[in-house]
């Protein structure tokens, strides 16, 4: 089993910054991609921003020029920074990643973690 822990969510001010962190842990062969999702109040699960085995990235428009996406490979963890953030971007972010297991590739979810952002 692998397990998605996720961090730095809270409450900013319009215009503030933010960042957040993902560890994967358990039974990893490889991470194949990881990234970030987002849920607002009434609305459906969005791909915020994805990075690939070879470190390649990308982005939904909304995000683009305002968020990056990084990851240290040798802790299994991804990081999201995110600057000049507006109250749209007020949502529950989730961490994902496919993951080669002994199972073979699999998709795993985070818990979430509330991001709020006040104007």
């Known amino acids: 089993q692998v397990q998605l822990v996720e961090s730095g969510g809270g409450l900013v001010q319009a215009g503030g910054s933010l960042r957040l962190s993902c560890a994967a842990s358990g039974s990893i062969f490889s991470i194949n991609a990881m990234g970030w999702y987002r849920q607002a109040p009434g609305k459906q699960r969005e791909s915020v921003a994805q990075?690939?085995?070879?470190?390649?990235?990308t982005y939904a428009d909304s995000v683009k020029g305002r968020f990056t996406i990084s990851r240290l490979y040798a802790k299994n963890t991804v990081y999201l920074q995110m600057s000049s953030l507006k109250p749209e971007d007020t949502a529950v972010y989730y961490c994902?990643?496919?993951?080669?297991?002994?199972?073979?590739?699999?998709?795993?979810w985070g818990q979430g973690t509330q991001v709020t952002v006040s104007s």
């Open positions: 994902n990643a496919v993951v080669t297991t002994p199972g073979g590739q699999e998709y795993f």
């Open positions: 990075i690939i085995g070879g470190g390649s990235s």
